[in-house]
T-cell receptor, first 117, second 113 residues
C-alpha cells in the first residue's frame, strides 16, 4: 500500500517551453501532496505544499508563477514548470500524506529528472 | 543553525558490519521521526517511523529516539551491499503546517562485499 507514482520519469525540453509533471497516489486518497526539488548529492528542498481543491502554499523563494501546482483531485497533483530555463534542470519529487498510516508520514514518488537544454 | 543536522558522510563499511547513522535537531516540538532510504536517481523510501522517544526494531533495522538529547539514530545490523544508498532522517511535530517534514541532508552509505 501507499504507492505514489510520477510521470514522466525523465523529460528533456528546450529552453522556453513548459513541462508538466504528474503525481498520483495509486491506492489511497491524499488530501495533501508535497513537491520537492533535489540537486545532486543534496537533500530535498520543499517547494510547495498542495491541498486538494485549494491553492498551493509555496516556500519562500519559490516563484509561484513559474512553478504552477494544481491539486484537482484526491489522487492527482501536477507541477508545471513554465518557460523552463537550464537552471530549472533538476530532480523533482512529489510526496503524499497517507491518512491512517501515521498521520505525519509521507510517501514519495520515484521522481522526475528534468533537463532543460 | 539548521533545524536538522546530519553528517553527509560518505560512510563506507564492509559487508556484515553494524552501521550507525544519526541526526540531531534543535526543535523540541518534533515528535514524529522517520528514516528514509534513497537509492541513486530514485525517490526516498520510508524505512522506519517512530513516535516520541524509544526504540523500534524492524528486521535488521533499529531506530532510536532520545528526545532529551534531541538525537535520533538508525542502526543497520549485518549490512549488505544492497543497503548502499543515501539515508535521510526526517521529523515533524503534530502542529506543523499540513504535515511538513524537516529533513537532514542525508548520509551516503556504501557497503562493500
Amino acid at each position: 500500500g501507499a504507492v505514489v507514482s510520477q510521470h514522466p520519469s525523465r523529460v528533456i525540453c528546450k529552453s522556453g517551453t513548459s513541462v508538466k509533471i504528474e503525481c498520483r497516489s495509486l491506492d489511497f486518497q491524499a488530501t495533501t501532496m508535497f513537491w520537492y526539488r533535489q540537486f545532486p548529492k543534496k537533500s530535498l528542498m520543499l517547494m510547495a505544499t498542495s491541498n486538494e481543491g485549494s491553492k498551493a502554499t509555496y516556500e519562500q523563494g519559490v516563484e509561484k508563477d513559474k512553478f504552477l501546482i494544481n491539486h484537482a483531485s484526491l489522487t492527482l497533483s501536477t507541477l508545471t514548470v513554465t518557460s523552463a530555463h537550464p537552471e530549472d534542470s533538476s530532480f523533482y519529487i512529489c510526496s503524499a500524506r497517507a491518512p491512517g498510516q501515521g498521520t505525519d508520514t509521507q510517501y514519495f514518488g520515484p521522481g522526475t529528472r528534468l533537463t532543460v537544454l | 543553525q539548521k533545524e536538522v543536522e546530519q553528517d553527509p558522510g560518505p560512510l563506507s563499511v564492509p559487508e556484515g558490519a553494524i552501521v550507525s547513522l544519526n541526526c540531531t535537531y534543535s526543535n523540541s516540538a518534533f515528535q514524529y521521526f522517520m528514516w528514509y532510504r534513497q537509492y541513486s536517481r530514485k525517490g526516498p523510501e520510508l524505512l522506519m517511523y517512530t513516535y516520541s522517544s524509544g526504540n523500534k526494531e524492524d528486521g535488521r533495522f533499529t531506530a532510536q529516539v532520545d528526545k532529551s538529547s534531541k538525537y535520533i539514530s538508525l542502526f543497520i545490523r549485518d549490512s549488505q551491499p544492497s543497503d548502499s544508498a543515501t539515508y535521510l532522517c526526517a521529523m515533524t511535530n503534530r502542529g506543523s503546517t499540513l504535515g511538513r517534514l524537516y529533513f537532514g541532508r542525508g548520509t551516503q552509505l556504501t557497503v562493500w562485499p
